[in-house]
């Protein structure tokens, strides 16, 4: 089986999906896309699981989205055992949220400011979860970060765990940051690593990414659709799906101002270095 087009953040294992499912993977084989399908905690995780072993053309992603943390959370190793499965391609989403941390201006906000340096404790170490997880099985992170508004933070304090790792591990320590929003920095420092970097339908509607897609190496980008979220243009405000993927590889093409073709080309070779499982089940 050959693919048109890789997808390599989805989430079809949504609710969002529960009523047609079956339905929109068919449409999605008979345009040969294929999609990895991410878990953001045990049983999202699980459900991807289940996905990939049942469709050719889908690859499961396990992990915990650091949004989904709280004061009480630990690393579920259970995740464990789950990622040992061929089906599985990457660990993740995992990662540092501070977007919803930071504490507002009001009146008790000492309490909140130290409930979020704790939080940010607990993203630190579920994250450094992953990494092992990620190192012992020889996979690659899907990476989920976002900074609080206006700034870079979750980005320096991720790339200061990863930089570490990959003084230890060298290129073992692999991955992709998904959704990528940081700036023109914070990309040298993931490149630096080898880390590659994805965009979604955002940048179909969003000129605030441009500048950063245009300046990536070719060999270091990637197409997402992070569905259901962020439809594409025109498809704007409905149910996103890796169905929308050629529209996004199409607009990253336009920005950079290269062939629709080579930069095809270019997203699928790239998407096959990084996840090498998905080109093993082709193969087969
Ligand atoms: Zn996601």
């Known amino acids: 089986m050959t693919f048109n087009y890789i997808d390599i953040h989805s989430h079809l294992n949504f609710p969002d999906f529960d009523k047609d499912r079956e339905d929109e993977i068919e449409k999605i084989q008979n345009e040969k ?68 941390l930071t504490p507002e201006p009001s009146e008790g906000n000492e309490d909140r400011a130290i409930a979020t340096n704790d939080l940010k404790m607990i993203q630190k170490t579920v994250f450094e979860y992953h990494i092992d997880l990620a190192l012992t099985l020889d996979l690659p992170l899907m990476l989920h970060i976002r900074s609080s508004k206006g700034t870079q933070d979750a980005y320096n304090d991720a790339l200061d765990i990863l930089e570490h790792h990959a003084k230890i591990n060298g290129e073992k320590l692999r991955g992709n940051a998904h959704f990528f929003a940081g700036d023109m920095g914070v990309l040298r420092r993931l490149l630096s690593i080898g880390f590659t970097v994805s965009f979604t339908g955002v940048v179909t509607f969003a000129r605030d990414y441009d500048e950063v897609i245009k300046a990536v190496p070719l060999e270091m980008i990637m197409a997402e659709t992070d569905a259901p979220f962020v439809a594409p243009i025109p498809h704007r405000g409905k149910r996103s799906s890796p169905l929308h993927i050629p529209e996004v590889v199409k607009k990253i093409a336009e920005i950079r101002d290269e062939s629709e073709t080579v930069v095809k080309k270019a997203i699928i070779d790239n998407t096959l270095r990084m996840f090498p499982a998905i080109g093993e089940s082709i193969a087969q």
């Open 33 to 100: 896309i294929a999609t990895i399908v991410v878990g953001t905690d045990y049983e999202s995780s699980s459900a991807c699981l289940e996905l990939a072993e049942k469709y050719q053309n889908i690859f499961a992603c396990i992990g915990q989205h650091p949004g989904n943390l709280d004061r009480d959370s630990v690393f579920d190793e259970r995740l464990e055992q789950l990622a040992d499965n061929k089906n599985v391609v990457a660990i993740g989403e995992c990662g540092l949220d501070y977007f919803r």
